[in-house]
């Protein structure tokens, strides 16, 4: 069985810093997504940014940007230029491509808290 | 753009009453996807359909039945409810063809069980 490990429960950054979440995972198949998600305290889940496997280039939306590390199994998330909208939690998640429909596996979650 | 619309937002039962939560997918979505999280914890996978068809199954209790329409809603029932189904269900959709991977969440149903 697949499994999502974030090692960090809580995180801090300052307004304008950069800080890194991480993420490893375990799986035996090649062909999967990962993902990371938002959840501020009004506890909507948001879609950050997302990673197929097979592709080498890492991900990038906006401050967002992930290091993508196949072989190791890893998967941390960089926010650039953090803002006090980023305070949330945020779950990394792997999903298996082998079927349509199947569920996202989450990590325990990171809190990030963002002072001025 | 439209979201996943779920009602109700929150509800309250008592225990050993029934309750039924209801998802409207984003349209041309035709995979739904339903996660329990409790206080603190993360959101656990319950059961996803495709194309009307249960496509997975995780950690759903005995209790609780669900089923996606023709019209692509679903519905999850929750029946003999106890304290510990206290917690926020999300459901979730996305494109089920090939390169469409992404589940997009609703704002999720409150539920409180006394």
């Known amino acids: 069985a697949q499994t999502v490990t974030q090692s960090q429960p809580e995180m801090s950054v300052q307004e304008a810093e950069t800080v890194t979440l991480s993420c490893t995972y375990d799986?035996?198949?090649?062909?999967?997504?990962l993902f990371w998600y938002k959840q501020p305290p009004s506890r909507q889940m948001i879609l950050v940014i997302r990673?197929?496997?097979?592709?080498?280039q890492n991900a990038t939306e906006n401050r967002f940007s992930v290091n993508f590390q196949k072989a190791a199994k890893s998967f941390s998330l960089k926010i650039s230029d953090s803002q006090l909208g980023d305070a949330a939690m945020y779950f990394c998640?792997?999903?298996?491509?082998?079927?349509?429909?199947?569920?996202?596996?989450f990590g325990k979650g990171t809190t990030l808290s963002v002072s001025s | 753009a439209a979201g996943v619309i779920q009602s109700p937002r929150h509800l309250i039962k008592e225990k050993r009453e029934t309750a039924t939560l209801k998802c409207y997918p984003i349209?041309?979505?035709?995979?739904v996807y339903w996660y329990q999280q409790g206080p603190g914890q993360d959101p656990q996978f319950l059961i996803s359909f495709y194309e009307k068809m249960q496509s997975d199954k995780g950690s759903i209790p005995d209790r609780f039945s669900a089923q996606q329409f023709s019209d692509y809603h679903s519905e999850l029932n929750m029946s003999s409810l106890e304290l510990g189904d206290s917690a926020l269900y999300f459901c979730?959709?996305?494109?089920?063809?090939?390169?469409?991977?992404?589940?997009?969440f609703g704002p999720g149903t409150r539920l409180t069980v006394t």
């Open positions: 990673q197929e496997a097979y592709k080498q």
């Open positions: 349209p041309r979505h035709d995979t």
């Open positions: 979730a959709s996305s494109l089920g063809g090939q390169g469409s991977y992404e589940q997009y």
């Open positions: 799986t035996s198949e090649s062909d999967y997504y």
């Open positions: 998640a792997y999903r298996s491509a082998r079927m349509k429909g199947t569920a996202l596996i």
